[in-house]
């Protein structure tokens, strides 16, 4: 039986361009080059640009340094095939190639290794990365080619931790929480990072997409009229909720367009002519009797006085605005109203946190999707009446029902309770939970009133 060899070994490729591609080829192989240096087993690579080849054609040779044969013989198997195919799918056939490997009597000793200085912090670097920051000293600006290839690789790749994450997240109730705790992290995505990408995607959906934000608008006079899809509690509990936030939105804004114009001169009740004295002093008279909050009459006057300009429209935009950041303040408050409930085994807040962030994450990926349908539907129910509402109360009941059960299922998971204490906590957990969002929204709302 041979023992395999541990020499050194130098495997050499050599590149014959056409002309045309020069340049491009130029930009192209120092990305590919890094790729294929980050492969087991290699440790250096060198490129080299000749004058020309013997037809006379552009030449470029890059010599990779291995650990052993045994490397080059995995890599050969296992990552050339996928890392030649970028090359022939960019150049075609205006480049060939040619391979050697050269012996190891034939390697020529490396030369010591200058050190490198670090482009973030600074520091000597002698190996691929720096021992200070961590950053590869292989730095440079990509092309958009190799952007949109890195990007597309990184969110089509079926390992990819993109979608590992996501069947975990949807199929697996619970499982990245508990994954995460375990201390493997790198298989899936950060909980914080998951969180902020689907949150901000749903957000930004919510905006494109008609009729599909938070509160929807009639789109003459700003009032609001619906809803959006209910939420993890089940049932009512986020219509109940937009209802309240809808009454306080009205409330200000509607009923102080109301008490401006019946101050106002008969033809600006009627509606026939515009309110001339709505923006002006004493538009909206604010009196606080002398108490604590007498040195803010002004500034409450100045902001009823907007809002009964436009009826409350620019107040609620900018709350939706807030809402992302709302939610951030939330999601702690919810974190530590669920440490309560959950004393033995002792577990540390950021389980608790890291809990609600996938759950969340959840929320936003379910409510997104619904969106989406609606959106659809809204495009078929002109086309296909009876068919529209089928489907619009077919997704909106597979929502209400899978939402609540799959918090279920993730407080089962994760917390191991029997099903009658998941059940009650769940239950206790969830009034809390609307209780609390209750009061960031109104806090929420505050802050924007002051916004004005």
Same mark, same amino acid.
């Given at each position: 039986?041979?023992?395999?060899?541990?020499?050194?070994?130098?495997?050499?490729?050599? /590149?014959?361009?056409?002309? /045309?591609? *020069?340049?491009?080829?130029?930009?192209?192989?120092?990305?590919?080059?890094?790729?294929?240096? /980050?492969?087991?087993?290699?440790?250096?690579?060198?490129?080299?640009?000749?004058?020309?080849?013997?037809?006379?054609?552009?030449?470029?040779?890059?010599?990779?340094?291995?650990?052993?044969?045994? @490397?080059?013989?995995?890599?050969?198997?296992?990552?050339?095939?996928?890392?030649?195919?970028?090359?022939?799918?960019?150049?075609?056939?205006?480049?060939?190639?040619?391979?050697?490997?050269?012996?190891?009597? *034939?390697?020529?000793?490396?030369?010591?290794?200058?050190?490198?200085?670090?482009?973030?912090?600074?520091?000597? *670097?002698?190996?691929?990365?720096?021992?200070?920051?961590?950053?590869?000293?292989?730095?440079?600006?990509?092309?958009?080619?190799?952007?949109?290839?890195?990007?597309?690789?990184?969110?089509?790749?079926?390992?990819?931790?993109?979608?590992?994450?996501?069947? @975990?997240?949807?199929?697996?109730?619970?499982?990245?929480?508990?994954?995460?705790?375990?201390?493997?992290?790198?298989?899936?995505?950060?909980?914080?990072?998951?969180?902020?990408?689907?949150?901000?995607?749903?957000?930004?959906?919510?905006?494109?997409?008609?009729?599909?934000?938070?509160?929807?608008?009639?789109?003459?006079?700003?009032?609001?009229? @619906?809803?959006?899809?209910?939420?993890?509690?089940?049932?009512?509990?986020?219509?109940?909720?937009?209802?309240?936030?809808?009454?306080?939105?009205?409330?200000?804004?509607?009923?102080?367009?109301?008490?401006?114009?019946?101050?106002?001169?008969?033809?600006?009740?009627?509606?026939?002519?515009?309110?001339?004295?709505?923006?002006?002093?004493?538009?909206?008279?604010?009196?606080?009797?002398?108490?604590?909050?007498?040195?803010?009459?002004?500034?409450?006057?100045?902001?009823?006085?907007?809002?009964? *300009?436009?009826?409350?429209?620019?107040?609620?935009?900018?709350?939706?605005?807030?809402?992302?950041?709302?939610?951030?303040?939330?999601?702690?408050?919810?974190?530590?109203? @669920?440490?309560?409930?959950?004393?033995?085994?002792?577990?540390?807040? /950021?389980?608790?946190?890291?809990?609600?962030?996938?759950?969340?994450?959840?929320?936003?990926?379910?409510?997104?999707?619904?969106?989406?349908?609606?959106?659809?539907?809204?495009?078929?129910?002109?086309?296909?009446?009876?068919?529209?509402?089928?489907?619009?109360?077919?997704?909106?009941?597979?929502?209400?029902?899978?939402?609540?059960?799959?918090?279920?299922?993730?407080?089962?998971?994760?917390?191991?309770?029997?099903?009658?204490?998941?059940?009650?906590?769940?239950?206790?957990?969830?009034?809390?939970?609307?209780?609390?969002?209750?009061?960031?929204?109104?806090?929420?709302?505050?802050?924007?009133?002051?916004?004005?």
């Amino acid at each position: 039986m041979t023992t395999p060899t541990t020499a050194e070994v130098l495997y050499e490729v050599e /590149a014959t361009l056409d002309p /045309a591609i *020069v340049a491009d080829f130029d930009a192209w192989l120092p990305g590919h080059v890094s790729q294929v240096i /980050a492969c087991p087993g290699f440790t250096a690579a060198e490129i080299q640009a000749l004058a020309a080849a013997g037809a006379g054609l552009p030449l470029r040779r890059v010599q990779y340094r291995l650990e052993s044969q045994a @490397a080059l013989d995995r890599y050969l198997a296992e990552d050339a095939p996928r890392l030649r195919a970028d090359g022939i799918a960019r150049f075609g056939d205006k480049v060939s190639f040619s391979r050697r490997v050269l012996s190891p009597a *034939v390697v020529p000793p490396q030369p010591p290794e200058t050190p490198f200085e670090c482009r973030n912090c600074g520091a000597a *670097v002698r190996g691929r990365y720096c021992e200070e920051c961590g950053q590869s000293r292989d730095i440079r600006v990509l092309s958009m080619s190799e952007v949109a290839g890195d990007v597309t690789h990184s969110l089509l790749h079926l390992d990819s931790r993109v979608w590992r994450t996501l069947r @975990a997240l949807v199929l697996s109730p619970g499982k990245l929480t508990n994954e995460f705790i375990a201390g493997r992290h790198q298989l899936y995505l950060p909980p914080f990072r998951l969180y902020l990408v689907i949150s901000l995607l749903f957000f930004t959906l919510s905006a494109l997409l008609p009729g599909a934000g938070i509160l929807q608008t009639d789109g003459e006079d700003g009032t609001v009229i @619906a809803a959006g899809p209910p939420s993890v509690a089940g049932g009512d509990a986020a219509e109940k909720g937009a209802a309240e936030l809808e009454q306080v939105i009205g409330e200000i804004s509607g009923g102080l367009a109301d008490a401006t114009k019946e101050d106002g001169t008969p033809e600006e009740a009627a509606g026939t002519a515009p309110p001339s004295d709505a923006a002006g002093p004493g538009a909206c008279a604010v009196d606080f009797g002398g108490t604590l909050l007498a040195p803010f009459e002004a500034r409450f006057e100045e902001t009823c006085t907007k809002i009964t *300009v436009d009826s409350g429209r620019r107040l609620r935009e900018i709350f939706l605005s807030n809402v992302p950041k709302l939610m951030f303040v939330f999601l702690p408050l919810v974190a530590a109203v @669920a440490m309560l409930f959950y004393w033995r085994p002792r577990r540390l807040y /950021a389980e608790h946190l890291v809990m609600f962030l996938h759950t969340h994450a959840l929320l936003f990926l379910a409510l997104g999707a619904f969106q989406l349908v609606e959106a659809l539907l809204g495009w078929i129910a002109p086309r296909a009446p009876a068919l529209a509402d089928v489907a619009d109360e077919v997704s909106a009941v597979a929502l209400v029902v899978y939402l609540p059960w799959y918090v279920f299922r993730a407080m089962r998971t994760v917390y191991h309770n029997g099903r009658a204490l998941t059940s009650f906590k769940l239950l206790v957990i969830s009034m809390l939970y609307f209780v609390l969002l209750g009061v960031t929204f109104a806090v929420g709302m505050i802050y924007s009133v002051l916004s004005l």
